[in-house]
């Protein structure tokens, strides 16, 4: 069964960086498919953030662009998200999931909470 | 890139059908036949019920289905249960260029 789990700091500074960290078991990042990450700020639809294949290479959502960076650590099977210079707008729960090249995420992490406050 | 439209709520009595829309342009639903489906409980994660317009994952019952006409998706729940009560989110491809995009979200109330 594929499971993945986020982990990090729920609380970050304005203008500081976000950094989470997903870990899959029971797949290997490696064998393929694309492993993204997805937010939705408290009482609000879904947004996608970025992804990232399991060769490394990054596709992020144009209106983020400038501030995310997805890598992966294959030996560790777990991908990683930094978002720069956060705002409150930031603040949301944030998933991280198992998709297709067509963006059907088919497993996802349980999501945490990640408030951008001072 | 515009978010998918969809109708902030939706309600249906047990047993009753009910169906939610999707609407995108011409550059994502009405392009592929990639649309896919969630269904999300208050505080849990989405799950995916419905991916490339119509087909199920395995272990999703046989009573939800989606279609597609031009540019609108649409998500059908046969037989409405207490359980079906969620919020549910449709999703499209954009093309390798563009990321892809969610709709609002439709809350479904069982009444």
């Known amino acids: 069964q594929v499971q993945l789990q986020e982990s990090g700091p729920g609380l970050v500074k304005p203008s500081e960086t976000l950094s989470l960290t997903c870990a899959v078991s029971?797949?290997?990042?490696?064998?393929?498919?694309?492993w993204g990450w997805i937010r939705q700020p408290p009482g609000k639809g879904l947004e996608w953030i970025g992804s990232?294949?399991?060769?490394?290479?990054?596709f992020y959502n144009s209106s983020l662009k400038s501030r995310v960076a997805i890598s992966v650590d294959t030996s560790k099977n777990q991908f990683s998200l930094n978002l720069t210079s956060v705002t409150a707008a930031d603040t949301a729960i944030y998933y991280c999931?198992?998709?297709?090249?067509?963006?059907?995420?088919?497993?996802w992490g349980q999501g945490t909470l990640v408030t951008a406050s001072s | 890139q515009s978010a998918l439209t969809q109708p902030p709520s939706a309600s249906g009595s047990p047993g009753q059908s009910v169906t939610i829309s999707c609407t995108g342009t011409?550059?994502?639903?009405?392009?592929?036949?990639?649309v896919s489906w969630y269904q999300q409980h208050p505080g849990k994660a989405p799950k995916l019920l419905i991916y490339?317009?119509?087909k199920r994952p395995s272990g999703v019952p046989d009573r939800f289905s989606g279609s597609k006409s031009g540019n609108t998706a649409s998500l059908t729940v046969s037989g409405l249960q207490a359980e079906d009560e969620a919020d549910y989110y449709c999703?499209?491809?954009?093309?390798?260029?563009?990321?892809?995009?969610f709709g609002g979200g439709t809350k479904l109330t069982v009444l």
């Open positions: 029971g797949f290997s990042i490696s064998s393929g498919f694309y």
């Open positions: 999931a198992r998709h297709s090249k067509v963006r059907n995420a088919d497993y």
């Open positions: 999703s499209s491809y954009a093309g390798s260029n563009n990321f892809g995009v």
């Open positions: 011409s550059s994502d639903v009405g392009a592929y036949n990639y």
């Open positions: 490339e317009v119509n």
């Open positions: 990232i294949y399991h060769s490394g290479n990054t």
